[in-house]
């Protein structure tokens, strides 16, 4: 088992930025990849952000590529989630995930585990 807790979110003017950060517990957190998803307002969860659970490969949704960023640290059980030159469009609540493996790729269903999700709205 894997208990993810977030925080970081808030209200942000476009062009801004923000942090969001996610506190594992359970599990080794050195032991299995992390993502980052978001869901807005009607539409379906998609996917943002992973990364290996080595920390050296990372991978990104072309709508947040070269303007966000997932990071790991193993000696506070964190993953980060950088995220500049926000867009109304990322406007959204933003979960957390922990897969099984040590890469899950893209798809939500690699993730088994989930936080409880942060707010981020993006005022223009």
């Known amino acids: 088992q894997v208990q993810l807790i977030e925080s970081g979110g808030g209200l942000v003017q476009a062009g801004g930025s923000l942090r969001l950060s996610c506190a594992a517990s359970?599990?080794?957190?050195?032991?299995?990849?992390m993502g980052w998803f978001r869901q807005a307002p009607g539409k379906e969860r998609e996917f943002v952000a992973t990364?290996?659970?080595?920390?050296?490969?990372?991978d990104y949704a072309d709508s947040v590529k070269g303007r966000f960023t997932i990071s790991r640290d193993y000696a506070k059980n964190t993953v980060y989630l950088q995220m500049t030159s926000l867009k109304p469009d990322d406007t959204a609540v933003y979960y957390c995930?922990?897969?099984?493996?040590?890469?899950?790729?893209?798809?939500?269903?690699?993730?088994?585990?989930w936080g409880q999700g942060t707010q981020v709205t993006v005022s223009s």
């Open positions: 359970g599990r080794p957190f050195s032991s299995y990849a």
């Open positions: 990364v290996h659970w080595s920390g050296r490969t990372t």
């Open positions: 995930a922990a897969g099984t493996k040590e890469y899950s790729g893209s798809r939500y269903s690699n993730y088994p585990y």
